[in-house]
Antibody, heavy 121, light 106 residues
């Protein structure tokens, strides 16, 4: 069974860079059938797609966050990562990593459990 | 940019009720519409992909329909475990989630 697990600091200071890693187990991140994405959810609010990455390193980002987002992939470790720079309190959220189907409506079919990142001094 | 709306934003229903949630896109997204269920403190769970295809393991009381701009998620007979928030998501262009519909107990 595929599993995704987010890891990284739970507290980040304003103006600093948020860094998270998603470790994929039970399947290969190098499959041509999937992209790998990050989605976030501020407390009590809805879901916001941050960006997606393909195993080749090709990326696509939410235009509203594009200037601050960098995603990367490490196929040898079966991991992909997120960096979000110049964070503010508005970036406080639960961050999820997820697998996105290449076909089938581009749905996110497997999700990590999520990790809460708080931006505060 | 494509905008997504959902209605209602919340509803109260009883076990056994038929529940319908609507999702509307501001322009045609063909059938690039997915539905998720989220319970408090949990990650979203994919229910329906490509407008009407049932994800493996999801009970058949869930169904999706629609194409173009108007879509519906129907729960044919609401069960206690179905009380949750439901989100639609378009993947015709940059992935975008609807604002959600909370289903709670009447």
């Amino acid at each position: 069974q595929l599993q995704l697990q987010e890891s990284g600091p739970g507290l980040v200071k304003p103006s600093e860079t948020l860094s998270l890693t998603c470790t994929v187990s039970g399947g290969s991140i190098s499959s041509s059938s999937y992209h790998w994405g990050w989605i976030r959810q501020p407390p009590g609010k809805g879901l916001e797609w941050i960006g997606s990455i393909y195993y080749s390193g090709s990326t696509s980002y939410n235009p509203s966050l594009k200037s601050r987002v960098t995603m990367s992939v490490d196929t040898s470790k079966n991991q992909f990562s997120l960096k979000l720079s110049s964070v503010t309190a508005a970036d406080t959220a639960v961050y999820y990593c997820a697998r996105r189907l290449q076909a089938s409506g581009g749905a996110f079919d497997f999700w990590g459990q999520g990790t809460l990142v708080t931006v505060s001094s | 940019d494509i905008q997504m709306t959902q209605s209602p934003s919340s509803l109260s229903a009883s076990v056994g009720d038929r529940v319908t949630i609507t999702c509307r896109a501001s322009q045609s997204i063909s059938s690039y519409l997915n539905w998720y269920q989220q319970k408090p403190g949990k990650a979203p769970k994919l229910l329906i992909y490509a407008a009407y295809s049932l994800q493996s393991g999801v009970p058949s009381r869930f169904s999706g329909s629609g194409s173009g701009t108007d879509f519906t998620l129907t729960i044919s007979s609401l069960q206690p475990e179905d009380f949750a928030t439901y989100y639609c998501q378009q993947s015709y262009s940059t992935p975008l989630f609807g604002p959600g519909t909370k289903v709670d107990i009447k």
